[in-house]
């Protein structure tokens, strides 16, 4: 049942999204647990993956394109030995081949060639626009779509537990610490192209999306239980998120208006923290002033 929606500016909710729901999905439920039209989502997770997915409730939701969450953590399962059209379980099988056999040393020097600044090609599935048009919706209207590489970082790339032999085909758990961009898919595709036999995905689950971990995530039936299920007020977000700056009255009430400040020396996108605790702005700084980007109160 709805309630009542979060009282004051809201803040952010870290969901533990379970399989088989889209990030939209999870976002609707959102909307009906805390009784509010205004929730968003930073960072798309695909229907089969699961794991931390963070949301915006009310004046946060105009957050989610200033948060610093480029580092992302994931633990998947990768079949070696079947290649799919959309690098994961839910493709058609384009090709087999035998990989029961292969030696574990191959398959690490695989998985450190994929390790560290690569050239990775998205999956044709993926929510890039090619000429207006997500490719996804392409390749489901039954178009042959090839993605441009792009520049992505992988810092870790390494099983967790010795690989498993499933008929033909060979299963790895894999931990991967990377950037934002970067396609677990992709890596499961490529790597089984190096080994010479495919491979996709199996399972995913996002383990970390910058400072936030499974520690703080809850699921739906956890949030529909609290009586407010924004855990994570506007202040506190911003602290958790990036630089804050402590304000005065006086600095408070001119970025309210929308106008500068005195700089404070800090590079990048910052939070403004009033003395009573109230965010009040996001603020960067050129030509010597502090200039607000995105305001949380209104004016006076």
Do not use: W
Request: proline share 6%.
């Amino acid at each position: 049942m709805a309630r009542k929606g979060p009282a004051g500016p809201g803040g952010l909710i870290v969901v533990d999204k379970p399989a088989g729901m889209t990030s939209h999905d999870v976002v609707g439920k959102v909307r009906r647990i805390a009784g509010t039209r205004r929730v968003g989502h930073a960072g798309t997770l695909d229907p089969m993956a699961t794991g931390v997915l963070v949301l915006g409730v009310e004046r946060a939701t105009k957050l989610m394109n200033h948060l610093i969450l480029t580092d992302k953590s994931y633990l998947a399962t990768i079949r070696l030995g079947v290649a799919t059209s959309t690098d994961d379980a839910e493709g058609a099988v384009l090709a087999t081949a035998p990989a029961a056999g292969l030696d574990p040393a191959d398959i690490a020097a695989a998985m450190a060639e994929l390790t560290g600044d690569i050239l990775q090609r998205p999956a044709s599935v993926s929510a890039i626009k090619v000429d207006g048009e997500r490719a996804y919706a392409r390749v489901r209207a039954g178009e042959e779509v090839r993605l441009a590489a792009r520049p992505v970082s992988v810092e870790r790339f390494e099983l967790v537990a010795p690989a498993r032999v499933a008929g033909e085909c060979c299963d790895l758990d894999v931990v991967v610490d990377c950037t934002s961009g970067t396609y677990v898919r992709a890596l499961a595709r490529d790597l089984g192209e190096r080994l010479g036999v495919g491979g996709h995905l199996t399972a995913l689950r996002r383990t970390r999306v910058g400072p936030f971990g499974l520690e703080q995530a809850l699921t739906l039936d956890q949030l529909a239980e609290l009586a407010d299920p924004v855990l994570l007020p506007l202040p506190q977000a911003l602290a958790a998120t990036m630089p804050v700056r402590r304000l005065s009255p006086a600095e408070a009430s001119e970025l309210s208006f929308g106008r500068t400040i005195d700089p404070a020396g800090i590079e990048g996108t910052y939070g403004g923290i009033a003395e009573t605790g109230e965010a009040v702005a996001l603020l960067q700084e050129s030509g010597g002033r502090a200039r607000p980007v995105l305001g949380f109160t209104p004016a006076g």
